[in-house]
């Protein structure tokens, strides 16, 4: 680097030059104008970890499709607006590629009337603490992507509340015995 280059006082000390001359080695090899790195449409696919960084995107997934990633970033701000909301859990499930979540609080608390036909899929156990919620997923997911919900919910659900269960209504593999089970898909609710 030239002094023409250096953007630092003369009075800098040495480790803040050093620091400056890693930082411009770094983006010597970046050929994207700075508004194309900002734009989650345009950032080059090996720079979305650290936009995602810069975004403070909680939860990250190198293994998400192109597309989830750049859904995520695009949400981000969204969900950082709305962090603590029900709308947040909704935004961030459904851009990590969740689709939409349905998220029930108070679960049990309604009063049998007779307006909903018993089919099983409700009891009428003790309700749910008011503080307590579920989560309904519309496609089913494995193990790990439980944990993957599992965080993304403690990122951006509030604080004082916690997850009593993950449900989903369809299967992903049929109970046929062709299947071993080794631990990677669930039963319905993980």
Avoid at 16 to 35: F, L
Avoid at 38 to 49: G, R, S
Avoid at 60 to 68: L, M, P, R
Avoid at 102 to 128: K, L, N, Q
Wanted: glycine share 4%.
């Amino acid at each position: 680097m030239s002094d023409i280059d250096r953007l630092l006082p003369p009075n800098a000390t040495a480790s803040e030059r050093a620091i400056e001359t890693v930082i411009a080695e770094r983006t010597v090899g970046i050929d994207a104008p700075i508004s194309k790195l900002w734009n989650a449409d345009t950032c080059p696919e090996e720079l979305l970890p650290w936009m995602a960084w810069a975004l403070s995107v909680e939860t990250w997934d190198h293994d998400w499709s192109e597309s989830a990633k750049r859904e995520v970033l695009r949400n981000s701000i969204h969900v950082h607006r709305l962090k603590g909301t029900l709308q947040s859990v909704q935004a961030a499930l459904k851009s990590a590629g969740y689709g939409d979540a349905e998220v029930i609080e108070r679960y049990g608390w309604d009063f049998y009337d007779g307006a909903a036909s018993y089919d099983g899929s409700i009891t009428y156990a003790e309700p749910d603490h008011w503080a307590e919620y579920r989560v309904k997923l519309v496609r089913p997911i494995t193990v790990d992507q439980a944990n993957q919900v599992r965080a993304i919910l403690r990122d951006v659900a509030p604080i004082r509340c916690h997850l009593k269960a993950l449900d989903f209504t369809e299967a992903l593999n049929t109970y046929n015995a062709r299947i071993t089970n080794d631990g990677q898909f669930t039963h319905g609710v993980a």
